[in-house]
């Protein structure tokens, strides 16, 4: 079956500093790759995403790359700041379904 | 503005009694989905349904039911077979196959 592990948190950083969280997959056919981030108390807003291997996804700083060969989709960025406090998921869409897999999630906390 | 709607954001219910939340779209999109949310615990799928009128079991369904009259609606209906329905609600949708989901904003079920 599909399913997606990314690293347990909280992930405690200063601002400014430089943040990886790691997320790999597996999954049949050829996933779409998505990350999205979750703030206290609201739904998931989809945070960027990339369809096919080698395509780099980015967003208000954010980046992660589609790397088939090692079934990953880590998520960086470069300086963080105090308000990227949050939780962030990444999940995958199966090629041919509709069902999206989540990862459990990984808490991020940005200190000032 | 499209998006998804979910209604009430905050919901508080006696043991034993039937609760529905309220999930609306004007997205016009195809699938709807149901994840349950707990500390730690990631998003768990409850029932999905990818066309009107017809809608499947996801991973936790025993305790909820659901229906999909209308394309816009998906309406959850938590009863009070479900031995821990206290958790945070969230209800998306998605276009196509293989795409991202969008989110509302959740509903937080508080069973006392």
């Not at chain 1, 080698?54 to 954010?62: I, P, R, V």
């Not at chain 1, 470069?78 to 962030?88: N, T």
């Not at chain 2, 219910?13 to 609760?19: P, S």
């Not at chain 2, 206290?86 to 991202?100: D, G, I, P, Q, V």
Request: proline share 4%; aromatic share 12%; glycine share 10%.
């Amino acid at each position: 079956g599909n399913s997606v592990t990314q690293m347990e948190g909280p992930v405690t950083l200063s601002e400014e500093a430089f943040l990886t969280i790691n997320c790999t997959y597996t999954a049949t056919g050829y996933p779409s790759l998505f990350w999205y981030v979750q703030y206290p108390g609201e739904g998931l807003q989809l945070l960027l995403k990339a369809t096919k291997a080698d395509d780099k996804g980015s967003n208000k700083g954010f980046e992660a790359t589609y790397r088939k060969e090692t079934t990953s989709f880590h998520l960086e960025k470069g300086s963080v700041q105090v308000s990227d406090s949050a939780v962030y998921f990444c999940a995958l869409s199966p090629g041919g379904s509709y069902i999206p897999t989540f990862g459990r999630g990984t808490s991020l906390i940005v200190h000032p | 503005d499209g998006g998804i709607t979910q209604s009430p954001k905050y919901l508080f219910r006696k043991e034993g009694q039937n609760v529905t939340l309220s999930c609306e779209q004007n997205l016009n999109h195809d699938a709807m989905y149901w994840y349950r949310q707990d500390p730690g615990q990631g998003l768990r799928l409850i029932y999905y349904s990818q066309i009107v009128n017809d809608f499947q079991k996801g991973d936790i369904a025993e305790g909820y039911s659901v229906s999909r009259e209308k394309k816009e609606s998906f309406p959850l209906t938590v009863t009070s077979a479900q031995k821990n329905p206290t958790a945070f609600y969230l209800c998306a949708s998605s276009m196509e196959k293989n795409t991202e989901a969008f989110f509302g904003q959740g509903t937080r079920l508080t069973v006392v």
